[in-house]
């Protein structure tokens, strides 16, 4: 059975008041999205809060979940949007987590030769400042570029599972990726040495 399908099973039993099913969800599901939530809060406190806050939300949604969207693409939306409500009621900003680039997602890099060896000085050394260059990058995108290439890089959601978190079309996805990346690589170019049409 598919994960989908065991989750819209938790989703039917704890609509019929089933707490323990409901509380199996939370399970599932409490630290990929706090993981989120931490790519954009910085205090652990807060974020502890949010996803508190966040499930409580599901809970009373939960008679309007019909299934037409994976469990965690609708709890991923909620998440972001108490998030953003959060920050935007202390005027503050979502910010991007130092550990953006991971080591895998580095290598991803075109140009990158020196990180598929990271164990060299040269590497470790690149890779811390890359690491840098694409937090500084990523800070500086405005708010929804910065959601859509956190969960397509870092949470590895598709294009469509992004569609239904970020609720708009596909193709608007697929062009805030494409832009955020861009902007990225526009800061990456003077580090990697790369020519003006290679892409990561």
């Given at each position: 059975m598919s994960e989908r399908k065991v989750d819209q099973q938790l989703v039917t039993r704890a609509q019929q008041g089933d707490k323990k099913a409901f509380g199996l969800l939370v399970a599932k599901y409490q630290r990929r999205?706090?993981?989120?939530?931490s790519r954009l809060i910085r205090d652990p406190v807060e974020v502890e809060?949010?996803?508190?806050?966040?499930?409580?939300k599901a809970y009373?949604?939960?008679?309007n979940f019909r299934?037409?969207?994976?469990?965690?693409?609708?709890l991923y939306r909620i998440g972001i949007n108490t998030a953003k409500n959060?920050?935007?009621s202390s005027g503050r900003r979502a910010r991007v987590s130092a550990l953006f680039v991971t080591a895998e997602v580095a290598k991803n890099i075109e140009g990158a030769v020196l990180?598929?060896?990271?164990?060299?000085?040269?590497?470790?050394?690149?890779?811390?400042?890359?690491?840098?260059?694409v937090s500084r990058a990523t800070a500086a995108l405005p708010e929804d570029l910065r959601f859509a290439v956190v969960l397509r890089e870092i949470e590895g959601l598709s294009y469509e599972e992004i569609a239904e978190v970020m609720n708009c079309p596909i193709?608007?996805?697929?062009?805030?990726?494409?832009?955020?990346?861009?902007?990225?690589?526009?800061?990456?170019?003077?580090?990697?040495?790369?020519?003006?049409?290679?892409?990561?």
């Open positions: 999205l706090a993981r989120l939530l809060d949010l996803t508190q806050e966040t499930f409580i009373r949604s939960l008679p299934g037409e969207s994976a469990f965690y693409t609708w959060h920050l935007a990180l598929r060896n990271a164990a060299t000085p040269e590497g470790e050394l690149m890779s811390k400042e890359i690491a840098l260059a193709g608007t996805v697929r062009s805030k990726i494409f832009r955020a990346r861009e902007a990225i690589a526009a800061e990456l170019k003077p580090l990697l040495n790369t020519d003006e049409k290679q892409r990561w």
